[in-house]
C-alpha cells in the first residue's frame, strides 16, 4: 500500500499524525490542499487504498471491501509507530475513508497501536441512500480512454459535478493523479483510471437487501466511537441524507455537523472554508 507523506513541522518524527483516506474510486493525492494547511502542524498520511493510485491490485476482486481495508490501515498505523512514536492519532474519511474510520473507531478491543482522538466524517454516515449507490454503480469500473488530461478532466469534472464548484486550475490539479498512461510505452495509446476496475466487483454485486443489513452493522460501530467526532455533509449530498446526520448527532459519539451550501457527495476538502472547518477541528487546543 502507497501513501503520501506531509511534513513541513521540521521534525520527522513529530508525534501528531492526521491520517486522510479517500473515497470508493480516488486516491490519497485528493488531501494535496488539506494536507499543505496542516503539514506545519503534524504528519499528513495519505494512503492510496488498495486498488487505487500506486498501490497494488488485489486477485481477488471480492477483497475490495471495508473489512480488508480496515486491516490494511491497522498495519500502517502499525509501521507509522513503529517508525516513529505516535502519541496523537486523528482521522478524516471521505465517503469509503469514512467507513473505513468508522470501522477502526467503531470496534472495541480492536488492537490499534492508539486510539483516534479526533474523527472528520466527510458526507457518509452508517445509513447510505440506495439511489446514491445505484448512481455510482454506474460509472464505476467501466472502461474509459482519454487521449490528454484535459479531455480526462473534463470527463470527469461532468461525473462529479455533486463535488461543487472549483476553479479549472483546482479540478486540474484533482484530475491529475486520476488517470494514468494506458501503456507507458505507447502515449498514442491515451490515459485510464488510475484504479483497478475490478473494485466494482462487490460493489455491483450488492443488493438494496444487503445494504439494509450493512447499514445495522454501521449504526452499531458508530455507537461505539468514543472519538470527538466532525461530521461535514454537503448540503445536497444524495448520499448522506440530512435525517441521518441529524441522527447522527443524538447516537454514539454526537458528532457536530457542518453543511456546505451548493455541493453534494462529496465535499472535495479544497475549498478554503471546508479546508478551515477540518483544520480548526483537528488543531484546536484541548
Known sequence: MAYWEWNATGDPQHPHVVVC???LSRQGRDFDVLARALAPHARVVCPDVVGRGRSDWLQDPQGYAVPLYVADMMALLAQLQARARVETLDWVGTSMGGLIGMGLCGQPGLPLPLPVR????????????WQALQRIGQYLGQPVCFQSLEQAAEALRLLSLSFGPHSPEEWLALSRPMVVPADPAAPAAGLVMHYDPAIAVPFRSMTQEGAQQSEAVLWALYEHIQAETLLLRGAESDLLSSST?????RRGPRARVVEFAGVGHAPTLVA???VQTVTDFLLRSE
Do not use: E, K, W
Not at 118 to 129: E, S
Not at 245 to 249: G, K, P, V
Open 272 to 274: 478554503a472554508a471546508q
Open 21 to 23: 483516506v479517500h473515497g
Open 118 to 129: 479526533r474523527l472528520v466524517l466527510n458526507d457518509v454516515g452508517p445509513a447510505i441512500q
Open 245 to 249: 446526520a441529524q441522527a447522527m448527532t
